[in-house]
């Protein structure tokens, strides 16, 4: 037996005005994953823990069978980790976005999910002026950096806002970590100089981007510039994580664009694989990213992941059609050629977005999600799709989310 994992990042969320009041998934035109559902088993997964932030580490963390609870890693540290990062102790990963902001107003968070070149050309500027012995910059995918900040753990106690839940918003105040309510006397003034540390490391960059020669050629080109970088999501030298063909005792492999998932997969052990063509917005060839997960499946993986950003990027845009487009591709694209494998071979498929983003609020939810897992020894339900209404209507439910992986997927 062989097991195919699909995440559709961020895409449920709520019914949508754009859509006749259906939800992304149910106004989605999806043969082939209305005939895994209608065989196979439909139910809600609770991936993100009552008081943990609805973030893709937390969620595809308990996807990948590891209790987020257990594991509060941090996603800096972890996109750290896609990135060859060894942080040693005392050591504090954010991640930094290149963003741009106009008139106080942020504009694009991703600016406009700038090529992996132009990140990396900015990169580099910033790198030349400001990394020291405090702040090392580490170039990542697109407009993803991570920031490596020496000798300031307190860093991990300050409270961050995330630059895709302010796109629209004045952000001229809201950068800048804050200080928890509950801080007081001298432990108030040691998290106030970290954040004043983190807030003069913004200031500085946002210096060297206004004068970029990146940002010129790209205004030039008709463009956004990035002239706003935001840094936030901290992390710290992960504990132990088990690899995952310990705790499963199955060998497992990665296919995604995003650090995120890569970091995931190297700090459990898993085989990553990284496709030409594969990218974190509607560029996606999705394609590429279906024929790339059978190939990990005749390669002999027990476990593939195969993980599309592009449904989230168009929840956070805003962008309905985009959204709809993304899972629609993904139906044709990849779930149709998994099922093409396992008309020869034994295999189970397991599909499900990690979190809702709504284009309602372009923001992540911690709302459960749908899922379906089909194949030998599955018994259907009676979902008819993988929709919101037809998981909650099945009555099953997997909370928390991470066990869905060893109790249901893997189980014999």
Known sequence: MQYAVLILDGASGDPVPEFGGKTTFEASTTPNLDALARSGTVGLMQNVPQGMESGSDVACLSIAGYDPVVYRIGRGAIEGAALGIDLQPGQTALRLNLSYVENGIMTGYSTDNISTEDGHALGRELKAALDDETFTLHLGTS??????????????????????????????????????????????????????????????????????????????????????????????????????????????????????????????????????GVTDGPTNDFGAQGRAGVQMLEDGNDVVVIHVEAPDAAGHDGRPDEKRNAVECSDEAIVAPLRAYAATRPLRIAVMPDHPTPLSTRKHSGDPVPFLVWGPGIAANGAGRLTEADARATGLACDPGWKLMGDLLLAD
């Open 143 to 276: 407009f993803r950096q991570v920031l490596v900040v020496n000798g300031h753990p307190e860093l991990m106690d300050l409270e961050y806002e995330t630059p895709h839940d302010n796109t629209g918003l004045d952000i001229t105040q809201v950068w800048q970590p804050r200080v928890p309510a509950t801080a007081v006397g001298e432990e108030a003034v040691r998290l106030q100089a970290a954040a004043d540390l983190l807030a003069d490391y913004v200031r500085r960059a946002n210096e060297v981007l206004a004068s970029s020669p990146t940002n010129e050629r790209r205004v030039g080109a008709g463009l956004w510039p990035a002239n706003h970088v935001w840094a936030f999501w901290p992390g710290m030298r992960p504990g132990s994580l088990a690899p995952f063909a310990q705790v499963y005792g199955k060998t497992c492999a990665m296919n995604s664009a995003v650090d995120l998932l890569d970091g995931i997969a190297r700090l459990t052990d898993m085989r990553v694989y990284k496709v030409e």
